[in-house]
């Protein structure tokens, strides 16, 4: 089973960038879709980027309107890691940001890691 944790969160001012990372402790082979979420103060969870690990469109990316030219969602398959690369940030970026994996029946979520961006 795949056990996914996140890092790289932090308090970061406006305009700033961050890093995050998702580690697999397992393969993810299996894994059809990752992604990122991330979870507003008093909102709901919703969703940042995709990125297709598997299938035809392997590799195709897809992002919120409101962090499109400004995140970038990646894979390195060799550390079984997952990246959330956030340039540009914004106020509005703060929230606690979960990565997941999609296989078969399962969707695997991670602990979540702080985002915070000041003004």
């Known amino acids: 089973q795949v056990q996914l944790v996140e890092s790289g969160g932090g308090l970061v001012q406006s305009g700033g960038s961050l890093r995050l990372s998702c580690a697999a402790s397992?393969?993810?082979?299996?894994?059809?879709?990752m992604g990122w979420y991330r979870q507003p103060p008093g909102k709901q969870r919703e969703l940042v980027a995709t990125?297709?690990?598997?299938?035809?469109?392997?590799?195709?990316?897809n992002y919120v309107d409101p962090v499109k030219g400004r995140f970038t969602i990646s894979r390195d398959n060799a550390k079984n890691t997952l990246y959330l690369q956030m340039d540009s940030l914004k106020p509005e970026d703060t929230g606690v940001y979960y990565c997941?994996?999609?296989?078969?029946?399962?969707?695997?979520w991670g602990q979540g890691t702080q985002v915070t961006v000041s003004s």
């Open positions: 997941n994996a999609i296989k078969p029946g399962v969707v695997l």
């Open positions: 397992g393969s993810i082979s299996g894994v059809r879709v």
């Open positions: 990125i297709t690990t598997g299938g035809s469109t392997v590799g195709s990316t």
